[in-house]
């Protein structure tokens, strides 16, 4: 395999250097604006464009296969070979590269340059290893070398620390007493390359890397694990679906399922709040240092980082990603399918300790849908539960996760040092803002046989789903939660398909009704957008947000709700709303929203599901009962058929929640918004659209809820209207319909 050599930033006149990714190619150091002409091995011209004022191009989706060349004027580059996913470089490539401790720069297999910090526990060195070691993998600004306790503790920004997203692994794994290797994802920071969501370079990047640090000699064992949350939680997906030989494990939280349905067009709708900021963001961290990109890019260039110039020339040939986005209104198989974590997570092999919230903000819970690929796998834990995105961290699954780390990457006791439980009240503070339920010393600290923690570690149930969480003794919104029950697989082979028939009145019952209609008008504006509208967004994660979740406007909706419960109904899993639907319009976004009035006269949030109607057709071979699974392909789309009623299953998102005896299950249909802190929905309705829900007699509509027969919230009393984590409250008012 060729050698890329990283040119210094004023070697203009260094030689043209044409090289192959996976199914990609690129070229630096052409002259700007140069004319160049990739061809293949039978001198076809397959690509052609100009270097950019860096002198550099990117072809994309290519081929693999060699005696690909660039052509530039009469001049042609050496012959050169596009790489194939899964043809992984051979052990000594990995052996050949040696880290030390801080800021290191790392050949990825195509000769683009990652930026990678070491991380040792206090007061060690290399000398003192080798040490157990995990990575976190993100392209938020992780590897940045300096210490982000030393920043949190000076209360001032630094420019060369860590982002605190990345704590998992830059704060939390050395006082766990890992060494943590912080590894920047390629086109961010002072990585070379160029951005590209979780494209198949990117994703083969976590392949090198976990190799290339598996193979130091201050690694024990010669296996390293993974962890991190959210960015860095999603990277795990990916990495362990290319099944590195050298990975020990993953410890995932707060991920998404598919950058399509989960976060960036939820019910093939575009999320143009969350989602749409999100990629806007990773926009700006990719632009080149140092007039732009992460502090820490722009200070160490300014600095003399002649690596972190360098890797800046490919900049210029990032993807615009939203650009994409917006040109993809469908699932595009060759655009979403191999950037789906829960695809790879298909290939997922080593143990793996997975925890995620149903109303993540930003996420979603939509991610449960994956978690079916992890059934019947050995050394699985997967724990979930109402919350939002920071609750992964919370005191309720932090241990077991340190737990798992230690037992399954360090092949040691577990045991939390003091000083984390003694510090864990303030990170939490710093965290989310929120108080928490005391971090508990692992259960394995006085044993001495690391075989027989593993064997009681390995008796925990496969899942684990936390109840009420916010409902605990620290206060209402406090983190942890109060009750739990345990499943062997998710869904719940216990979860029964259960049925609730729409009725006239806004009646919710076990059995449909006489013939009749409901209609109300698809107006976005008729609520405010979000529940925590502009900064307050930012308030998510607190204990007690400011949140505002508006009632359904007369007439823009329509509600149903059932009689007072006389026993608990538990429910786990994916819902479905099955409406026959007519509407004034070919087109109209629903969203559905499940919710508890209480006996108090409170409405509490549960769950959200949304479908643009166009988009209704489902795959017949991945639907159920209880989880409609729309294709979401073009091909497949279809305005909806005028004057008459047409079915229409919502999907709505994984939850697990106790509806408490005395309570009423509701369930509200209405144009997309407003019941969610960040996220926002690019519409078709305009508020002119009309539509109408049959209810009873041959088109009896119904709401599929996933009830745990059997099972009750075991005694614990109802929480207070604003205290679960993720689940706002308002005073219940019915809809115009009556219910």
Known sequence: MAVLVVAAPAAAHAAVKARGSINQAYVLGAKKGQKLQLLDAGGHVVGSGKADRFGSKIFRELRPGGGYTVKRGRKSSPPFRVLRAGANPARAFYKRQKLKEGLNYVRMRDGVELAMTVRLPAGKKLGDGPFPTFIEYSGYQVAAPHNLLDSILAGTPDPLAPAASTAVGSLIGPLLDFAVVSVQMRGSGCSGGAFDLFDLPTTYDGYDAIEAVAAQSWVKGDKVGMGGISFSGITQLFTAGTQPPHLAAIAPLSVTDDIYTGTGYPGGIFNSGFAE?????????????????????????????????????????????????????????????????????????????????????????????????????????????????????????????????????????????????????????????????????????????????????????????????????????????????????????????????????????????????????????????????????????????????????????????????????????????????????????????????????????????????????????????????????????????????????????????????????????????????????????????RNTVSLGGARASSLVLPVIAGATAQGTPLPGATALRGEPSRVYAAASNGG
């Open 277 to 689: 900021s999100w990629v806007v963001e990773r926009m700006d961290d990719a632009e080149p240092a140092p007039a732009g990109g992460q502090p820490w890019a722009r200070a160490l260039v300014k600095a003399g980082d002649k690596h972190c110039r360098a890797n800046q020339k490919l900049r210029l040939q990032t993807q615009d990603a939203l650009k994409l986005q917006r040109q993809n209104p469908f699932r595009t198989p060759s655009l979403f399918a191999h950037r789906a974590p829960g695809a790879w997570l298909k290939r997922d092999r080593v143990p793996t300790f997975l925890v995620g919230q149903f109303q993540d903000e930003q996420t979603s819970g939509h991610f449960a849908e994956s978690l079916k690929y992890l059934n019947g796998r050995p050394n699985v834990w997967i724990s979930i539960q109402n919350g939002v995105h920071a609750d992964s961290l919370g005191p309720t699954t932090i241990t077991r996760w340190a737990e798992f780390l230690k037992l399954y990457v360090a092949e040691e006791i577990p045991v939390i040092p003091p000083s984390v439980i003694s510090l864990s009240g303030a990170l939490y503070a710093f965290l989310a803002d929120a108080p928490a339920a005391p971090v508990e010393q692992s259960r394995f600290a006085t044993m001495t046989s690391v075989a027989a923690a593993k064997a009681i570690f390995r008796r925990d149930p496969h899942v684990r789903v936390l109840m009420d969480n916010g409902g605990g003794p620290q206060g209402a919104g406090s983190i942890g939660a109060t009750w739990e029950l345990d499943f062997s697989s998710w869904p719940p082979k216990e979860a029964k398909a259960t049925r609730y028939h729409l009725g006239p009145n806004g009646a919710l019952g076990s059995k449909p009704s006489k013939a009749s209609t409901a209609a109300y008008t698809a107006d976005p504006n008729a609520r405010p957008r979000q529940t925590l509208p502009g900064s307050g967004a930012e308030d998510a994660w607190k204990a007690q947000p400011p949140y505002n979740w508006a009632p359904v406007a007369a007439g823009k909706g329509l509600g149903f709700v059932s009689t007072a419960l006389t026993k608990d109904v538990v429910i786990a899993g994916p819902s479905s709303l099955d409406v026959y639907l007519k509407s004034s319009r070919p087109d109209t976004d629903l969203q559905v929203t499940l919710s508890e009035v209480r006996p108090d006269g409170a409405e509490t949030y549960v769950q959200n599901g949304w479908l643009r109607a166009s988009h209704r057709k489902l795959s017949a071979a991945l639907s159920s009962p209880l989880d409609p699974f729309p294709t979401h392909l073009k091909r497949d789309a279809a305005p909806l058929p005028g004057g008459t009623f047409a079915l229409v299953r919502v999907p709505i998102f994984p939850v697990a929640h106790a509806f408490r005896a005395g309570s009423r299950i509701r369930v509200t249909i209405q144009a997309t918004g407003g019941d969610r802190p960040r996220w926002a929905f690019d519409t078709v309705d305009n508020g002119s659209t």
